[in-house]
């Protein structure tokens, strides 16, 4: 894009100069403004999820639940929830094998939280369908619903 604007600075007319900067201008505005809606709706979720962690800590009488909002402990708190090892953590420090089994390993954490919390552990796999084209974002979105109503709905 930037040599076609080069271009028509020293071949094109005033106008086409012209108008392939307003044309730029409107892309990066464009840009900006969906930056700023994704960094305010990341933290909106990450306010969520670790206010819902930090509330099943509590229930599940967990003795640290505010790690819940530090990024990589919540995953070990996660992880001792569902009766591991919060060691198994260091598990992220690999490449592929390591993240996949850390994403197994939470998987199988949650589901005996949902069952510490007396909901059944299937709820858990709702997240998998977010792997799913085309569906990913209504199962995040039910993901999301789950995690709430295990945190705060007691059963």
């Known amino acids: 894009?930037?040599?076609?604007?080069?271009?028509?600075?020293?071949?094109?007319?005033?106008?086409?100069?012209?108008?392939?900067?307003?044309?730029?201008?409107?892309?990066?505005?464009?840009?900006?403004?969906?930056m700023w809606i994704a960094i305010i709706l990341s933290i909106i979720l990450y306010v969520y999820t670790s206010?819902?962690?930090?509330?099943?800590?509590?229930k599940l009488n967990?003795?640290?639940?505010?790690?819940?909002?530090?990024?990589?402990?919540?995953?070990?708190?996660?992880?001792?929830?569902?009766?591991f090892h919060w060691a198994l953590v260091f598990l992220i420090l690999i490449p592929f094998?390591?993240?996949?089994?850390?994403?197994?390993?939470?998987?199988?954490?949650?589901?005996?939280?949902?069952?510490?919390r007396n909901y059944p552990g299937w709820l858990s796999l709702i997240g998998l369908g977010s792997l799913i084209p085309f569906f990913g974002l209504l199962f995040g979105i039910a993901y999301l619903i789950i995690l709430g109503l295990i945190a705060w709905k007691d059963k």
């Open 51 to 58: 206010l819902a962690l930090y509330t099943i800590g509590k």
């Open 1 to 34: 894009m930037l040599d076609k604007m080069l271009f028509l600075a020293t071949q094109g007319s005033e106008m086409d100069v012209m108008s392939m900067f307003g044309m730029f201008a409107a892309v990066l505005a464009f840009l900006q403004v969906f």
């Open 62 to 83: 967990y003795s640290n639940p505010w790690l819940a909002w530090i990024p990589v402990a919540n995953i070990a708190m996660i992880l001792q929830l569902g009766d």
């Open 97 to 116: 094998l390591g993240w996949l089994a850390i994403v197994v390993l939470c998987f199988i954490a949650f589901w005996k939280i949902c069952v510490k």
